[in-house]
């Protein structure tokens, strides 16, 4: 048996997330369709670093296939690119070690979210326009606040009896880019809609709504108030699966730009 390592980046709108599901259509349920015309009656196991949401996009997925086969990792991946659709793309496929897991041995996983602060006739599906004029350098510093080990309960649909909800996030950051605001969490793991419900109170921190001290109480009193202020799917992306030896990314240089330069304006 070999086992491969696979990096895919996918535009998740038309899906129901990555997870195989039944009479639901889903990123990893697309792949699993062209592994099973390529290979056959071959059996093999096919996992992810981890689930995105409906509507969740990813910059980067780690998943790992074991099966047995003679194929290289370039055949594999244009074999199984032949297959996708458009919005779903093997970007490589390299030998992995034996014993490697994409979602086991991942340490921890970074998302962004994008923020747009005009209206975009390109850039729907991958942000979240908000008419509002936000406070970044309050939305800066209430991120601090998520540093660290904490219980996540508040900001998840977990309902895991007896489980711990504590995440330890090691770093929430803000960078702006001409009409983009763009928020990268990085985190041990994440629960179920947790970054979309930090996202949501870190806007209505800018807007006004919440303070420092508000969310210092979200992260000490279990409360389902924040629920309603989850952030729509489309702006967020799994950017990076951590494994061992492997460096946090400095500066947000990843993100999708779909909010072109309006240099035009000025020869108008």
């Given at each position: ?109 970074s998302y962004i979210y994008q923020i747009s602060k005009r209206r975009t006739a390109f850039g729907k599906n991958f942000v979240w326009w908000i008419k509002d004029k936000l406070d970044v350098e309050i939305m800066k510093k209430a991120c601090n606040e998520f540093i660290g080990m904490h ?118």
């Amino acid at each position: 048996m070999a086992r491969f390592k696979f990096y895919i980046e996918y535009e998740g709108t038309r899906y129901s997330g990555w997870q195989i599901q039944k009479n639901a259509k889903t990123i990893q349920g697309k792949i699993d369709e062209a592994l099973k015309t390529i290979f056959k009656n071959k059996e093999y196991e096919f996992y992810g670093s981890g689930r995105t949401d409906s509507g969740v996009h990813a910059l980067c997925q780690v998943a790992h296939l074991e099966i047995n086969t003679n194929f290289s990792p370039e055949m594999i991946r244009m074999k199984i690119n032949d297959l996708l659709p458009y919005d779903i793309n093997i970007i490589s496929v390299e030998k992995a070690k034996p014993n490697f897991h994409a979602r086991h041995h991942a340490e921890k996983r970074s998302y962004i979210y994008q923020i747009s602060k005009r209206r975009t006739a390109f850039g729907k599906n991958f942000v979240w326009w908000i008419k509002d004029k936000l406070d970044v350098e309050i939305m800066k510093k209430a991120c601090n606040e998520f540093i660290g080990m904490h219980d996540f309960s508040s900001f998840s649909n977990d309902d895991i009896s007896g489980k711990s909800q504590k995440v330890l996030i090691s770093d929430v950051s803000i960078t702006v880019r001409g009409d983009l605001i763009v928020i990268r969490i990085i985190g041990s793991h994440f629960l179920w809609k947790m970054v979309r419900r930090i996202i949501g109170v870190l806007v209505e921190t800018g807007r006004g709504n919440f303070s420092i001290k508000d969310i210092k109480n979200f992260l000490k009193i279990s409360s389902t108030d924040i629920a309603k202020f989850t952030a729509p799917p489309s702006g967020l992306f799994l950017e990076k699966a951590y494994y061992e030896g492997e460096s946090e990314i400095d500066g947000i240089d990843s993100f999708i730009t779909v909010l072109p330069e309006q240099e035009y304006k000025k020869k108008l």
